[in-house]
């Protein structure tokens, strides 16, 4: 922690520290905080560590795939999903057709859940979520504070599906976003509740004639309907908080669109998908730092690849092998895609879902930098940049890139009333009667998880009474159970 703490203390995007994969003492916890306030006093970064539901002096905890609530402490899931599902994969109904769930097993098991198309894996996502949504502030006294999403790209680590690296992320390793992406900006838009309507369909819409199939909608709306070229299909059924499904929808070419309503049946926000004519032509285009690219020898842009039709729209389903040629003073760095070897500092590319991305790096001479993408049936593009001279001196370049880069910070301070809207109001529990093991019933209702009561295994003890502080019509309860 000592190393770390030092390393990272500079980092605007280090939030806080966590002292360990599992529960730590009270005494560890207050050595580590010790390291924190020595090394880090100006930082305003919480400390922690995973669980530390009876460990007053830690400031935060929480737990992996589980919803810890506490009255007291800040409590947060370190990891609230770890399904993988690759971007290529849209569903079962369109190229490449990959069954949901499909591939090798994990250690023996089944390894459904990291091998997902990018449907199901939104999908789950917004399930996860929701679990942690209904018990976040506002929702009594004692909450969930949320939860973080093990890596936002897809990236080199530990992985458990049929590919060679973890797809958990909600873009993959070149940032392209998935649907996750958009499920995770409609769902988390505001502090905590919600405060931006938005709403996105899950997919696309170039599918065979014929094709019957459902469509599932992404929104912070109350009621949302579905139209294809002008007619309505109804409204779609709640399934969790942000998730809309319609079903058995017959496929027809031209436009899909989702519209939103609030609870007084105004609209306040809508989504549409046109369908693609044939792939036609490929476009390319630069991203890069907002000072533009430096000759450091280190420096580096993406160039995105899309195939669309001839009037410019993306095509989703397009998958061709793109011939990349590069001139001037820059080294190609590759991209990644599905296939041998990841296809890692490769010259050629595929697109999948119509889309790619490669890096270019600098070197140390400035100049200009022509990029060409060709493909078999496609009309070709040309793409040219330049890369800036930097000063060196004594051998020391006087560019420091993160000295220029903009700070975002739109969001402003953290409100210093609440960002949210009481939902429910918690009625204490003042005592308990139980059927056996009386003296552990205040186990069954403290602010401590770890803690618990359990009867002796027989049916007719298997009862606890509580009495409750007030009168009170009481309209929801949450029981944990173990065992």
């Given at each position: 922690?000592?190393?770390?703490?030092?390393?990272?203390?500079?980092?605007?995007?280090i939030?806080f520290?966590?002292?360990?994969?599992?529960?730590?003492?009270?005494e560890h916890?207050?050595?580590m905080?010790?390291?924190?306030?020595?090394?880090d006093?100006?930082?305003?970064?919480?400390?922690?560590?995973?669980?530390?539901?009876?460990?007053?002096?830690?400031?935060y905890?929480?737990?992996?795939?589980?919803?810890?609530?506490?009255?007291y402490?800040?409590?947060?899931?370190m990891?609230?999903s770890?399904?993988?599902g690759?971007?290529?994969?849209?569903?079962?109904y369109?190229?490449?057709?990959h069954?949901?769930?499909?591939?090798?097993?994990?250690?023996g098991?089944?390894?459904?859940?990291?091998n997902?198309?990018?449907?199901q894996?939104?999908m789950?996502?917004?399930r996860r979520?929701?679990?942690?949504?209904?018990?976040r502030?506002?929702?009594?006294?004692?909450?969930?504070?949320?939860?973080v999403?093990?890596?936002?790209?897809?990236t080199?680590?530990h992985?458990?599906?049929?590919?060679?690296?973890?797809?958990?992320?909600?873009?993959?390793?070149m940032?392209?976003?998935?649907?996750?992406y958009?499920?995770?900006?409609?769902?988390?838009?505001?502090w905590?509740?919600?405060e931006?309507?938005?709403t996105?369909?899950i997919?696309?819409w170039?599918?065979?004639?014929?094709?019957?199939?459902p469509?599932?909608?992404i929104?912070?709306?109350d009621r949302v309907?579905?139209?294809?070229?002008?007619?309505s299909?109804?409204?779609?059924k709640q399934?969790?908080?942000f998730l809309?499904?319609?079903?058995?929808?017959?496929?027809?070419?031209?436009v899909?669109?989702?519209?939103?309503y609030?609870?007084?049946?105004?609209?306040?926000?809508?989504d549409?998908i046109?369908?693609?004519?044939?792939?036609?032509?490929i476009?390319?285009?630069?991203?890069?730092?907002?000072?533009?690219?430096h000759?450091?020898?280190?420096?580096?842009?993406?160039v995105?690849?899309?195939?669309t039709d001839v009037?410019?729209i993306?095509?989703?389903?397009?998958?061709?092998?793109?011939y990349?040629?590069?001139?001037?003073?820059?080294e190609?760095?590759?991209?990644?895609?599905?296939?041998?070897?990841n296809?890692i500092?490769?010259?050629?590319?595929?697109?999948?879902?119509?889309?790619?991305?490669?890096?270019?790096?600098s070197?140390?001479?400035?100049?200009?930098i022509t990029?060409?993408?060709?493909?078999?049936?496609?009309?070709?593009?040309l793409?040219t940049?330049?890369s800036?001279p930097?000063?060196?001196?004594?051998?020391?370049?006087?560019y420091i890139?993160?000295?220029r880069l903009?700070?975002?910070l739109?969001?402003g301070?953290?409100?210093?009333?609440?960002?949210?809207?009481?939902?429910?109001v918690?009625?204490p529990?003042?005592?308990a009667?139980?059927?056996?093991?009386?003296?552990?019933a205040?186990?069954?209702?403290?602010?401590?998880e770890?803690?618990?009561?359990?009867n002796?295994?027989?049916a007719?003890?298997?009862?606890?009474?509580y009495?409750l502080?007030?009168?009170a019509?009481?309209?929801?309860?949450c029981?944990?159970?173990?065992?």
């Open positions: 922690m000592w190393d770390a703490i030092i390393y990272n203390r500079n980092n605007p995007s939030l520290y966590e002292c360990g994969n599992e529960s730590i003492s009270e916890m207050l050595e905080k010790a390291i924190r306030d020595q090394y006093p100006y930082g305003g970064r919480a400390i922690g560590s995973r669980e530390m539901l009876d460990i007053r002096v830690a400031e905890g929480g737990e992996m795939l589980y919803i810890n609530k506490s009255g402490h800040p409590m947060w899931a990891e609230y770890r399904d993988e690759l971007r290529k994969y849209w569903d079962e369109s190229y490449p057709y069954k949901e769930g499909a591939g090798p097993l994990y250690r098991q089944d390894a459904g859940d990291y997902r198309n990018q449907d894996l939104a789950e996502h917004i979520w929701c679990d942690y949504w209904r018990e502030p506002g929702t009594g006294d004692r909450v969930s504070s949320g939860g999403k093990i890596i936002f790209s897809d080199n680590t992985y458990r599906g049929e590919e060679n690296y973890r797809r958990s992320g909600v873009t993959d390793a940032r392209i976003p998935k649907d996750s958009y499920a995770h900006q409609v769902m988390c838009d505001g905590v509740d919600t931006n309507p938005r996105h369909i997919g696309h170039n599918y065979e004639p014929g094709t019957l199939k469509v599932r909608v929104s912070n709306g309907e579905l139209r294809i070229n002008g007619r299909q109804g409204f779609g399934s969790y908080r809309y499904t319609f079903e058995d929808i017959a496929w027809e070419s031209g899909i669109e989702a519209i939103s609030n609870e007084k049946r105004m609209e306040v926000s809508r549409k046109l369908t693609a004519g044939e792939p036609k032509q476009r390319l285009s630069l991203i890069q730092g907002p000072d533009g690219l000759a450091d020898g280190a420096d580096m842009v993406l995105e690849v899309e195939v009037n410019g993306h095509h989703p389903l397009a998958n061709e092998m793109i990349f040629s590069l001139e001037g003073p820059a190609r760095r590759g991209g990644i895609a599905q296939g041998p070897d296809y500092l490769s010259t050629d590319l595929p697109v999948e879902c119509g889309i790619n991305r490669a890096l270019i790096r070197t140390r001479n400035a100049g200009q990029v060409r993408a060709t493909a078999a049936g496609l009309k070709p593009a793409l940049f330049s800036k930097v000063e060196v001196k004594e051998g020391l370049s006087t890139p993160a000295s903009r700070w975002l739109e969001r301070r953290t409100p210093a009333t609440p960002s949210y809207t009481d939902t429910k918690t009625v529990i003042r005592s009667i139980a059927g056996t093991n009386q003296e552990m205040v186990n069954s209702y403290d602010d401590n770890l803690s618990e009561w359990r002796d295994g027989r007719h003890t298997a009862w606890i009474t009495t502080d007030r009168t019509e009481i309209d929801d309860i029981i944990k159970l173990t065992g």
